[in-house]
């Protein structure tokens, strides 16, 4: 039976027979929107780019966002929730006991395809046809070794039982693996409220342009629509920011626009589908104006990019030691090159989505999956002109993030509707407006002169570096002062001459991403060494060897570093017999070193809190103040608590929002795990002292306030607290360039929980391989992206990956919880560079620009460990 009315559309779910409108534009949105099945999630709608809507439609896996309502008409439709409970288990088991997700939004899509491929192939599924099957699921956050290691558990009825980590350096599953594996703990888009309104933002057509009028006046005429709220109806401050408050909420008419992002009006509406079609109709007339889109040009512009902001200069970072000019002139070995790094996208597959919900004593409730829910609360306040304490934000652990959910996306315009209306209101933006929205990473040119003396012993380095910001502040200032103080890597310079610009142009904005800089500067800085290390005829390896630092060496900004650097050592030491087996073999190889700081630094002030309470029942509750993201700190959280109180892991419940002062800011710089592990482990402490009464909130805390800017001009200034440190070896086909193996060796000052800190680093490393040979996110002359897809970003799809073998190496930080160093970001540092010198050895061409190579093949591994050849690419 296919039609009940005109109007309607009938099928079965998950058993059951179900009727829904037939103008849903496809399947997921009905499953979602009108029945309420939510384990398929919407992350790129319509395209079925990511696969995270994965179901069965008459027992075949296929994306439901690409399911008309036509073709949906009498199917059987199977989602996760219909599975049998017992399949359910042992799906949701072997990928909590492999560590097969992370922040768990692509997990439900994969599951299902997962069921498809062992129903048709059995105890014949290899590795390699998992990988092609794949193609249609991105992974954002795993690199996929996991998942592959997942699948081949349930092939081999091998499942482990379900088992959550104990104490610190135990392994385990991570806090809520299972409820996040089948898609039953929901993200903000996956909550409805009793009287839900739906709203959408209207954003600008041009990235630079005067505002003459806006006309809501079509929109508001279309059944269903609510309300339409303008800069006209903000009660507070206008413009928000996390560092500088300069960055619209909204614009308003006689305003300009600054990027395509700026939001004009948001539109509330019965239904998203209404409020999507009615911010489109809102009607924006405008004076177009020629946008910035080369910071060269704007670096020297008298005009102004940004309205409302005096000139096209954020930020200069600059610090010297020594006489570069006299060391350059006369050493043995100089070298001079100008090395460019591409804008990234973050592509986290849950797109930004807010729910805010006025309370019955006038407060508003906020569930936001931002990187800092506190600065979320205070800017939301600002912008409703109302106290704090009458903002409530609660942090619902998001679909990945890596730094593009710090600043806020909708937060503010969607607690305006619910605030303003009375009601209830959630605003999920389309994968485009998210694309179009949220800060990328920052494209930066490098111009770089290093030298050495005859035996490669380091004796300069100068580096500019300029990077296009976009319009407003978000955390620009910080990558370019990030990037400046890692410009000289994890080695020894003893004169040192550095400045980086950031820029405003009418690009989108940059802001923060895995690596921070970082990673921008050491795929620099391993490029120069490189370079030396063959005008000196020594390898690659005994380069840094001779250059690394130590104990009481003086590094980059003058910082003189402890024993933590003792790390270095130990990275480049263990990776070293692989080093050497790979050239014996005759392979083509590349090596790159990394450090990462962990923390803020520079001088800022740094302090987590966290709160231990016993409940009645025996529940442990723990409050912390970082973002789940994907990474693991509710696990990290967790762990502590059960190392230091003894109790059930089974009995922690963990919570992060804001009705504690417990904020320490955004959920950046590799610090949730020393911070968070450092605050909870106070907060026991406490407790313990206390004699852990029910009922009680025993507060702990973790500073980090001991740290200089650059600003300051002290001699041997700490610019960072602590760092961590890396070494990865690319190895790759010396004839086809085809990457055949990456080795990361990493040392985290102490592995909490092994099995996540394996994953933090194999998706890193995928990461990093995207980011040196496929992935960017172009602007053209208008300041308009060009990829606008997630096929089009040229994500390395499963298919893409070769092996990589992770080998975590600890030597303790002084003084740090349990000697934590951190591992979040600094897993793609080195990638870059050791990528680029593995394709010097095949054709002797040096890299010195990213992506290298769009089409670089690199090939994955078999299960007995022989190589498929296959292009890169999408899948």
Known sequence: MTTT?????????????????????????????????????????????????????????????????????????????????????????????????????????????????????????????????????LCRCTGYTKIFEAIEMLRDDAIPEAALPGGIGSRGDKYEAAELALGDRGYVDDMRPEGLLHAAVKLSDHARAD???????????????????????????????????????????????SYLGDVLAIVVAESVQIARAAAEAVEVEYDILKPFADPDVALTSDEDAVWGLDGNVLSRSVYSRGDVDEALANSAHVVHE?????????????????????????????????????????????????????????????????????????????????????????????????????????????????????????????????????????????????????????????????????VRTNNPVCGAFRGFGANQAQFASEGVMDRLAEMVGISGWEIRNRNIVSPGDVWGPGQIMDDGSLGARLCLDTVKPLYDDARAAGKAVGLGMGLKNSGLGNGFKEIAGAVVRFEEDGTVEVRHCWTEMGQGVHTVALQVAVEELGVDPANVRVVVDTTRELGAGQTTGSRGTLMGAGSVKDACRVAIENDRKPGVDYYGEYRVDWTNSLEENVDNPIIHSTFGYAAQLVIADPDSGAIEKVVAVHDVGRVVNPTLCEGQVEGSVHMGLGYALTEDFPTDDEARPTNMTLRSLDILRPKDIPEIETILVESPQPGSPYGIKGVGEIGLVPTAGAVAAAFHEVDGEWRNKLPMNVHQPVSPPSEAGGKVPLAGGEG
Request: glycine share 10%; net charge negative.
């Open 5 to 137: 009315r005109l109007d309607q559309t009938s099928f079965n779910v998950n058993g059951e027979a179900a009727s829904v409108r037939s103008d849903h534009p496809h399947l997921l949105a009905a499953l979602r929107e009108e029945l309420d099945v939510t384990s398929p999630k919407d992350g790129c709608s319509p395209t079925g780019h990511c696969g995270s809507c994965t179901i069965l439609l008459d027992g075949k896996a296929i994306q439901s966002c690409l399911v008309g309502m036509e073709k949906a008409a009498g199917k059987e439709v199977t989602t996760l929730e219909g599975f049998p409970a017992e399949e359910r288990a042992r799906l949701a088991t072997a990928f909590a006991s492999a560590g097969a997700l992370q922040c768990g939004f692509c997990t439900p899509g994969i599951l299902v395809r997962t069921k498809a491929l062992l129903d048709q192939k059995g105890k014949d599924l290899t590795r390699e046809t998992t990988a092609g099957r794949l193609g249609g699921h």
């Open 211 to 257: 505002v003459l009028r806006i006309n809501t006046r079509p929109a508001m005429a279309m059944e269903g629509v609510i309300a339409i709220y303008t800069a006209d109806d903000v009660p507070g401050e206008l413009r928000v920011g996390i560092i500088s408050e300069d960055w619209p909420v909204f614009i308003p008419e006689s305003g300009r626009t």
């Open 338 to 502: 100008t090395f460019h790094t591409q804008r990234v996208e973050h592509a986290f597959l849950e797109p930004e989505s807010t729910l805010a919900i006025p309370q019955e004593d006038g407060t508003l409730m906020v569930y936001s999956g931002g990187q800092g829910v506190w600065d979320d609360r205070n800017q939301i306040a600002d912008v409703l002109g109302v106290e704090k304490d009458r903002v409530t934000v609660e942090l619902v652990s998001n679909g990945g993030a890596f730094g593009g959910k710090e600043d806020m996306s909708n937060q503010a315009q969607t607690a305006l509707a619910a605030h303003l209306l009375g009601h209830p209101v959630k605003c999920t933006l389309t994968r485009e407006q998210s694309l179009i929205m949220h800060p990328k990473r920052h494209p930066i040119r490098l111009e770089v002169s290093a030298a050495c003396d005859e035996e490669g012993t380091m004796t300069a380095l100068r580096s500019r570096l300029i990077g296009d910001s976009g319009p407003y502040a978000s955390v620009g200032m910080k990558v370019l002062e990030r990037a400046a103080g890692h410009s000289s890597g994890p080695y020894v310079f003893p004169n040192i001459d550095v400045e980086a610009v950031a």
